[in-house]
């Protein structure tokens, strides 16, 4: 009897990173759910927790070398259901639907520069650096805004009636550019100074998560707020300078 062929390792697991991407495709759409019953904090959650699988399956993807255009787009697709869809609803029936037409048109453009956003990344990641990212990552978008829900229990119930509805319809034009702008966000995936330093990086890791499990709703929403102004302040002054001293450079030595 012929014994039955094995397949290679990397065919034998190549549907794992799929799966966990099905399944932040899966918590994306119960956080629509709980959303529509009121339930904003577990929607809120249900989004950061799509934003770990969607990390998990592209590290899975390359540790097993499993990497497919197919994964790329299935994730590109959960992303922006997860991302896009999710705190879109999550929002308008959280305070925007107090604005009228225009919380909804708010709630839409999330949904669009979102893709928008996503099909430029799938276009341009074979050509871009992959230090950074050309304009805010929608996961980190939609993290933004599902971190501002849950820190607003921290808030007074007059802030939450006066002031966090109109907040929350600033930030949702903010970000929906932000997606679709030019600007440089640092994207963590060069370890070159994580693997220079790990002792201190270790332990800075280790503080990290120590303070965040402290106060995870009023930390967590610090952490992703710092994260979006940070990509303006990196763009406006450290590359218009570095752009500036290059263009000196070249002047003086045309000169000499």
Known sequence: MARE???????????????????????GFLGMTLAMQGRF?????????????DGLDGKVARLTGTSSEFGVQLDSLA???????TPAIMAYLWHLQEFGRLGLVAAFL???????????FNVQTKTTSKKFFVGLPIPAAACTLATLVLFSSYLSDWMNAQI???????????????????????????????KAHRFSSMVTAI????LIASKPKLLGFVIFFGYLVSGPVYTLFFLSRRSSRLLGDSSSNELS
């Open 207 to 210: 503080l990290l998560f120590a």
């Open 79 to 85: 992303d922006l259901v997860a991302f896009g869809v």
């Open 164 to 194: 966090v509805p109109m907040g929350l319809l600033v930030m949702m034009y903010v970000v929906s550019i932000m997606m679709v702008s030019t600007v440089r966000f640092y994207s963590f995936k060069d370890f070159g100074f994580f």
């Open 41 to 53: 904090e577990a929607c809120a959650l249900c989004i950061l927790a799509s934003c770990v699988f």
């Open 110 to 120: 999330l949904i669009a520069c979102g893709a928008l956003r996503l099909a430029r």
């Open 5 to 27: 062929k094995k397949l290679p390792r990397h065919k034998s697991v190549y549907i794992l990173p799929n799966l966990l991407t099905i399944a932040s495709l899966f918590i």
